[in-house]
């Protein structure tokens, strides 16, 4: 009985895209590594607040834009991308954003100031040098994973967060 157990998951792994069984997403919607997050960070919220912002560079590696179109995490109730505004004045505003377009063989940074991701609503604690996963979707449903490193901003000992 073992061996024909073992027999129909190698046949399903062989059939089908190993990745894509394993995770649960028919192939055509796993997007693998058209997108990629570099240099991709999360700040350490200050102490009492519950927001977190994300910073990095979306590496679109496809020769067509890709629209993304919804940003989720297991570790936050929402995950937005946002833009900072300023008026004539100087005075900041943020701007949540429907969609973020990541142009063909292109970058699109998410940095300090402007584009940015934020995560609201931590439902665990996060620690330094955790490895965050985030889910996003275009407008296709094609799913992309990303990953996004914990940092302390405060700390001096942290040079990863140069760019922000």
């Not at 995770?23 to 960070?41: L, N, R």
């Not at 607040?49 to 890709?66: E, P, R």
């Not at 297991?74 to 004539?88: I, K, L, R």
């Not at 040098?129 to 992309?144: A, C, G, L, Q």
């Amino acid at each position: 009985m073992k061996n024909l157990y073992t027999f129909l998951i190698i046949g399903i792994l062989t059939i089908t895209n190993a990745n894509a069984f394993m995770t649960g997403v028919k192939p055509e919607k796993d997007g693998g590594v058209a997108i990629e997050m570099i240099s991709g960070v999360i700040h350490t919220a200050p102490p009492g607040s519950n927001v977190n912002a994300g910073y990095g560079i979306l590496k679109n590696n496809t020769d067509k834009d890709i629209v993304l179109k919804s940003f989720r995490s297991p570790v936050f109730d929402n995950t937005e991308a946002h833009n900072m505004e300023y008026s004539d004045a100087g005075i900041a505003k943020m701007k949540h954003l429907k969609e973020l377009k990541i142009p063909a063989n292109g970058e699109l940074s998410l940095e300090s100031g402007g584009l940015h991701l934020m995560f609201i609503g931590m439902r665990r604690d996060i620690a330094v040098d955790e490895e965050i996963m985030i889910i996003s979707r275009d407008d296709n449903e094609v799913r992309y994973m990303l990953i996004m490193k914990v940092i302390d901003p405060r700390s001096s000992n942290d040079d990863s967060h140069h760019m922000h």
